[in-house]
T-cell receptor, first 111, second 120 residues
Framework: GQQLNQSPQSMFIQEGEDVSMNCTSSSIFNTWLWYKQDPGEGPVLLIALYKAGELTSNGRLTAQFGITRKDSFLNISASIPSDVGIYFC???????????FGGGTRLMVKP | EPEVTQTPSHQVTQMGQEVILRCVPISNHLYFYWYRQILGQKVEFLVSFYNNEISEKSEIFDDQFSVERPDGSNFTLKIRSTKLEDSAMYFCASIPGLGLAGLSSYNEQFFGPGTRLTVL
């Protein structure tokens, strides 16, 4: 099946710093999604990307859908303590299809 | 805001026992999904369900697993004879339908809070 490689696996940063994480795939996805998971909870959608090259923002979060459709990145600017959690990229091909998740990036923010 | 709910939040069972995990998707949603997440690992797709039948399933979803929508609100995952390696968080998700609002985050999968299954 399709595999998503997500990096870094974990990050420990100072409050106020910017953060960047990315996902790469050996095959194409038509949609890239970024989710955040807090401990003991389900993933919550942050950003959805539908077009190659698309750059989309949601507050302090910015994500891009790579031109080749095989990668995506997520940036968080001016991190705050509540940004702590695990961030997952996910790809899917067609509407309604299954999501393939990356391995996650665990973000820790030091106040 | 409408949300997906799951019960129980934590289920402990003995190896070989049957378990049923329950989900109540968002009320006007038509497509339903089960995923699992082994502790510390990524979220993995199990099965999708539409119009009372399975649309897609992964290799994980073998004959020990089954899904059902017994009434207009519940969506269940049954594991017939649990194994130790079935211990994981199980997440239910749903979407309204295909293309109802174009390509937008409104149509992406809303996840429930999960059921932690522990098999002893």
């Amino acid at each position: 099946g399709q595999q998503l490689n997500q990096s870094p696996q974990s990050m420990f940063i100072q409050e106020g710093e910017d953060v960047s994480m990315n996902c790469t795939s050996s095959s194409i996805f038509n949609t890239w999604l970024w989710y955040k998971q807090d401990p003991g909870e389900g993933p919550v959608l942050l950003i959805a990307l539908y077009k190659a090259g698309e750059l989309t923002s949601n507050g302090r979060l910015t994500a891009q859908f790579g031109i080749t459709r095989k990668d995506s990145f997520l940036n968080i600017s001016a991190s705050i303590p509540s940004d702590v959690g695990i961030y997952f990229c996910a790809g899917r091909n067609n509407a309604g299809n299954m999501l393939t998740f990356g391995g996650g990036t665990r973000l820790m923010v030091k106040p | 805001e409408p949300e997906v709910t799951q019960t129980p939040s934590h289920q402990v069972t003995q190896m070989g026992q049957e378990v049923i995990l329950r989900c109540v998707p968002i009320s006007n949603h038509l497509y339903f999904y089960w995923y699992r997440q082994i502790l510390g690992q990524k979220v993995e797709f199990l099965v999708s369900f539409y119009n009372n039948e399975i649309s897609e399933k992964s290799e994980i979803f073998d004959d020990q697993f089954s899904v059902e929508r017994p009434d207009g609100s519940n969506f269940t995952l049954k594991i017939r004879s649990t194994k130790l390696e079935d211990s994981a968080m199980y997440f239910c998700a749903s979407i309204p339908g295909l293309g109802l609002a174009g390509l937008s985050s409104y149509n992406e999968q809303f996840f429930g809070p999960g059921t932690r299954l522990t098999v002893l």
